[in-house]
């Protein structure tokens, strides 16, 4: 069991920059990929980034490769999202999520656990 909890969204300014953080309950953080998601009102939840167990690999929708970035830390059970020239369309719940599976995925409904979400709004 996994319990996420994210941090760090907010009102930010179009070309401004968040941090977001997901600290990881349990002893085997590890052991799961990690990624984040997001969802705007009216529209499906989707992939922003993902990252491996190691933290040695990471992958990036489109829309996102350039100005963010996904990292973790194993020893504090954490995993990051440094966000960068911020746009408009990037307004959004953000989710944190943990996959025990090998391979890492896109999809949201491989993803086993799921953080509460935090909102991120970027004002033109």
């Known amino acids: 069991q996994v319990q996420l909890v994210e941090s760090g969204g907010g009102l930010v300014q179009a070309g401004g920059s968040l941090r977001l953080s997901c600290a990881a309950s349990?002893?085997?953080?590890?052991?799961?990929?990690m990624g984040w998601f997001r969802q705007a009102p009216g529209k499906e939840r989707e992939f922003v980034a993902a990252i491996s167990r190691s933290g040695t690999n990471t992958y990036y929708t489109d829309s996102v490769k350039g100005r963010f970035t996904i990292s973790r830390d194993n020893a504090k059970n954490m995993v990051y999202l440094q966000m960068n020239s911020l746009k408009p369309e990037d307004t959004a719940v953000y989710y944190c999520?943990?996959?025990?599976?090998?391979?890492?995925?896109?999809?949201?409904?491989?993803?086993?656990?799921w953080g509460q979400g935090t909102q991120v709004t970027v004002s033109s």
């Open positions: 349990g002893r085997t953080f590890s052991s799961y990929i």
């Open positions: 999520a943990a996959d025990g599976h090998r391979i890492v995925v896109r999809t949201p409904s491989r993803y086993d656990y």
